[in-house]
DNA sequence: AAACTCGTTGACTGACCAGTCAATCTGGCG
DNA sequence: CGCCAGATTGACTGGTCAGTCAACGAGTTT
């Protein structure tokens, strides 16, 4: 797996980069490999020089950019001092901050990866599962803290969090919901608000039913 | 579009259900036309008698079902005499028992559809974005009966509605979770409550800090 | 029974494309 | 310089498969 660069340039990785933005384009299953080889400016054996396949390009790209998630996750769970709430607000923000960041990058990672798992080998199953079981971590730290209630278990309480946020992404994907700044950092906010605090209007809150 | 059968065998419902079978086995990409036309005992050529091309079975399997979940949310939310809560029990539950009745089907749809809608037509999209609607409809009126917050936009909740149930059936195809006839029912409430009280401990009921 | 309709068959083709490979280039080193 | 290692090139191949089509057959009509 050779990696120093000939001159200044990084081949590999910018046949990674070109790989997410056409992969991001036409999809994986829609695009050839030289639509990568030229997006990079490169010849087209030279992919096959850096990967073996060209589903080998798709791996590296998912298991590079997850594992960075995984390493937040644990990061922000292993901070103590903050409040599951707080510890939620801040996992929320880490992956609409990588969408906002790279969207080209975890569309292809949702869309091609995240719903496809049976296309792919049981690896990446796994790497799923590991989030699911980071954020149930968190979860289960809130439980044992009084926080959160103990009706609903963490692995479905992680499960509902981490789908209403991917839910949240494919509608930015699918340009079903505005892309703004202020959209990006109200959706933190709110998502945790939805999940932690549910929809429903305290009791005590209600109008008169004369209202 | 011819439909009469030469004999009582409706040719065409057999390729449709093969190609459910086959899709969910091996991915749409993954499979040949000729794997449909085996599984349904048929041969090869008459796949291209009922449908134009191997996209094109893919489209009605997902119309054809997408369409009752439609008209089965719009008729959930006509029933003016049910709270908001019990309407978005019922939307679960329908979905659920969709999973729970024709698991292949609602494979096929969530995996190669719902989250692949880049590669197909704007079509889906619209029917997808129909969905959402639907729900949050429901979520309007329950806002509008003082049922529900009105902090939370009735298309954000909607969404995180949505994606909850659609992770829940995400975790049963990719066997990350138990499908068993309790889980199944369990689930229905579990999510209902996720959604709509929240994951958060009234801080009246938290244990004090001496705990 | 001849003619007609249309469901049914499966071998065939034409295009596409992932992956190979032998040749070429480039820079370093003795 | 002469040689080597590894980067780079792109034409080529081998296999796959979606979609076509000419022929066959089983009812139906006249």
Redesign the pocket.
């Known amino acids: 797996m ?6 200044g ?1 990084d ?2 990785r910018l046949i990674l980069d070109a790989a997410i933005t056409v992969f991001a384009r036409k999809g994986f299953h ?5 639509d990568v080889a030229d997006e990079a ?10 990967f ?4 080998e390009i798709l791996n590296e790209l998912f298991l590079e950019r997850w594992q960075i998630m995984l390493d937040a996750i644990a990061a922000i769970d292993a901070r103590d001092e903050l409040p599951v709430r707080e510890k939620l607000y801040e996992v929320a923000g880490f992956i609409i901050d990588s969408y906002r960041n790279q969207p080209d990058l975890m569309k292809v990672i949702i869309v091609e990866v995240t719903r496809a798992a049976n296309s792919f080998g049981a690896l990446h199953l796994g790497k799923i599962r590991e989030a699911y079981g980071g954020i149930a971590e968190i979860v289960e730290g809130g439980r044992r803290g009084g926080e959160l209630k103990e009706t609903i278990s963490a692995d479905f309480a992680a499960m509902c969090f981490y789908g209403a946020i991917e839910q949240l992404l494919s509608a930015w994907i699918f340009d079903l919901l505005p892309q703004t700044e202020a959209e990006f950092e109200r959706a933190k906010g709110l998502v945790v608000e939805a999940i932690c605090d549910g929809l429903a209007l305290p009791v005590a809150d209600r109008p008169g039913v004369s209202g």
């Open positions: 050779p990696t120093s660069p000939r001159n340039v081949k590999r829609h695009c050839r490999v030289s400016g490169v010849a087209y054996g030279l992919v096959y020089h850096y073996s396949s060209k589903e």
